[in-house]
């Protein structure tokens, strides 16, 4: 099955919670490449607010996320502010009665996530993380060829996500959850899930720097049949590719793994072939997603359901654990 274009999902009317970076992505995409519409925005900051606004046409600014998620106009919220925050926040828009696509990483750690989704199911309203991966077309492409046994079964996954961002203030604050971990580390585990589901054993190793954040790690997950090698850092560029390999071939993503990508397949017969999976931006597939199970009465999708974020956050819990990464609003 190919994933669904994006234009076809019915409209709904967007709030946006937080004016950073990952925000105008978002609005890009629903503006551009889906049939919906941002109706509003909202930042401690109303200048912020009210220039995000400007620049993407949006029209209303809130100078409070109180004012957004009690905006009638408002059908969803997308939580845009730093893990640290989704937990009050997705909080906040759920009291409203508001639908809420929360940004990966959930929320920072397992029991916050089991609080919102909570919350959510108690309220009735829908609920997705934002692991925008999930909705890309090339992942719909290889989930449908591991399910049809183009590579056999699956024996080996391998993935890497590193980024240079030690000169982002916000990376080494540990009151802001930052480090590579819930930024990074999320792509490559939230990967390993996709494919193989929750891990037998997880083994982790890794090092924190002198402010409390992890700045790399290492991870093996151990599976009756298969293992997934992972790793992350927010100290260097690492090629950001992954592969998964099989009894009877392999699949090899190209950089970056979790974005808008192609991959080769190459069997143990000698026959490969090539997806080209680029197309811009890549936010839209999500947007759509939350859209369209709107419009069907859902209150989570079956790409990424509410049980399987808190799997992902359980593993993240215990990759902590075993390195000793510990926030200071946990300690």
């Not at 004012?67 to 409203?96: F, Q, W």
């Not at 809420?100 to 989704?117: I, P, S, Y």
């Not at 999320?186 to 402010?211: E, K, Q």
């Amino acid at each position: 099955m190919s994933a669904p274009l994006p234009m076809s999902a019915p409209a709904v009317r967007w709030g946006i919670l937080g004016a950073g970076g990952i925000a105008h992505k978002l609005a890009e995409a629903v503006t551009e490449y889906t049939a919906s519409t941002v109706v509003a925005v909202g930042s401690r900051d109303l200048a912020k607010a009210q220039h995000f606004a400007d620049e993407f046409g949006i029209p209303t600014a809130h100078g409070s996320y109180e004012e957004l998620v009690g905006d009638p106009e408002v059908d969803v919220i997308y939580v845009a502010t730093p893990h640290s925050h989704h937990h009050e926040h997705a909080l906040l828009a759920i009291e409203a009665g508001k639908h809420v696509l929360c940004e990966k990483a959930f929320t920072q750690n397992a029991a916050q996530a089991r609080e919102v989704v909570a919350a959510a199911r108690a309220k009735g309203v829908f609920l997705m993380e934002a692991m925008w991966t999930r909705h890309l077309p090339h992942m719909y492409a290889i989930r449908e060829l591991i399910a049809r046994g183009e590579i056999g079964d699956i024996v080996s996954v391998q993935a890497d996500h590193g980024q240079a961002l030690t000169h982002v203030e916000r990376m080494f604050r540990a009151d802001l959850a930052g480090g590579a971990l819930l930024d990074l580390g999320v792509y490559p585990i939230a990967f390993a899930h996709d494919i193989l589901g929750v891990p037998d054993r997880i083994t982790a190793a890794g090092r924190l720097r002198d402010t409390g954040v992890d700045g790399q790690i290492g991870m093996v997950f151990d599976y009756a049949t298969a293992q997934a090698s992972l790793t992350t850092t927010m100290e260097a560029r690492t090629p950001c590719t992954a592969h998964i390999a099989g009894t009877e071939g392999r699949i090899e993503i190209d950089d970056t793994f979790y974005t808008p990508t192609s991959f080769t397949v190459t069997r143990h017969d000698g026959t490969s072939w090539f997806y080209d999976g680029d197309v811009p931006n890549g936010f839209q597939f999500e947007a759509a997603e939350v859209a369209r199970r709107i419009h069907a009465g859902d209150t989570e999708s079956a790409l990424l359901t509410l049980d399987q974020s808190l799997e992902i956050m359980e593993i993240m819990d215990e990759v902590r654990s075993q390195i000793g990464l510990v926030y200071p609003n946990e300690s």
